[in-house]
């Protein structure tokens, strides 16, 4: 099924150009960087906003960041981003970083690193190319990944929403050194297409993307969520990753609706809200209910600790 926010008998293309508007995630006159690692999904994704480019009328440009843990592997991905872009014309931005260092410096595991290194390559450029956004290549079964990893690791109504079409890039990388412009939007245009026709639109286009070996490794989480788990309990419903996008859709919706209510809740219920200090009229804070209580909570300490995570 393709695109299943629009039904099957719509094309790629057309899929993209209309979660593109449905979800404001770009606007007629910006730039958009788009992340590039070689790989299919953002193959597919550079491809695709290079033929829409002109009716939605932006600018592309294109940013791989090298991670160096896979050796020449990871250097023949760099290179073989830079000649696509150039023969595709596409203006470039390339780094690369010792990400196994930085995890070991860090005290994080290599997949947090990269995450954060990534997120962290992706903005800072934008912001120096005066960009507006930065799109990145997650599809629906990574979505279904997404919100089946935040079940296990027991989330709330956030985490249910797994992955948004749009979010402000600052804050993905919240202990960051240099604060990013506040209105800089990272987005998923391919978020509600499967891999299999992200695959299929390689093929049919004459793309042939890399393939990275790490992505077998069952013992990075997500890997082993997508290799094992995932094809195991299909077994019980074969539209399982259909589902578990159709419930993110719909976490998402009761998720603003609650926001709407705490943002009301906030302004009725805190005393003061300084750097240091969230305090609330106890009367009324103990007057709402245990969902809002809670989210209320949850906003002061996004508040008071900005660079926690999960």
Not at 76 to 84: K, N
Not at 123 to 131: C, S, Y
Not at 184 to 198: D, K, M, Q, S, T
Not at 277 to 301: K, P, Q
């Amino acid at each position: 099924m393709l695109g299943a926010e629009f039904g099957p008998s719509t094309d790629l293309p057309e899929v993209v150009r209309r979660t593109i508007r449905r979800h404001l995630l770009l606007f007629s006159g910006e730039t958009v960087v788009v992340g590039v690692s070689g790989g299919p999904d953002s193959l597919a994704l550079l491809h695709l906003l290079l033929a829409l480019s002109p009716d939605l009328e932006i600018g592309i440009r294109a940013a791989h960041l090298n991670h160096r843990l896979r050796g020449d592997e990871s250097d023949g991905d760099a290179q073989f981003v830079e000649r696509l872009c150039r023969e595709w014309g596409v203006p470039l931005d390339l780094r690369a970083l010792d990400v196994g260092a930085m995890a070991q410096a860090e005290g994080l595991g290599i997949e947090e690193t990269a995450r954060q290194a990534r997120y962290r390559f992706l903005g800072e450029t934008a912001a120096d190319r005066g960009a507006a956004a930065v799109a990145v290549g997650h599809n629906a079964d990574d979505q279904a990944e997404t919100v089946l990893m935040h079940f296990l690791r027991g989330s709330g109504l956030a985490g249910a929403r797994g992955m948004l079409p749009s979010v402000p890039l600052a804050g993905l990388d919240p202990a960051g050194e240099r604060p990013l412009p506040p209105g800089l939007r990272l987005i998923r245009p391919l978020l509600f297409v499967p891999r299999a026709e992200i695959l299929a639109y390689c093929r049919a286009q004459g793309l042939d993307p890399r393939f990275d070996r790490s992505n077998l490794d069952t013992t990075y989480f997500r890997n082993r969520l997508r290799h094992e788990l995932l094809p195991f309990l299909e077994d019980f419903n074969p539209n399982l990753r259909e589902g578990l996008g159709r419930s993110a859709r719909v976490a998402a919706a009761d998720y603003d609706y609650l926001r709407q209510c705490r943002d009301r809740a906030w302004e009725e219920t805190v005393l003061e809200a300084a750097a240091d200090c969230v305090a609330f009229d106890r009367e009324r804070f103990a007057g709402l209910h245990l969902s809002l209580r809670r989210s209320l909570v949850r906003e002061a300490m996004a508040r008071l600790r900005h660079t926690l995570r999960d």
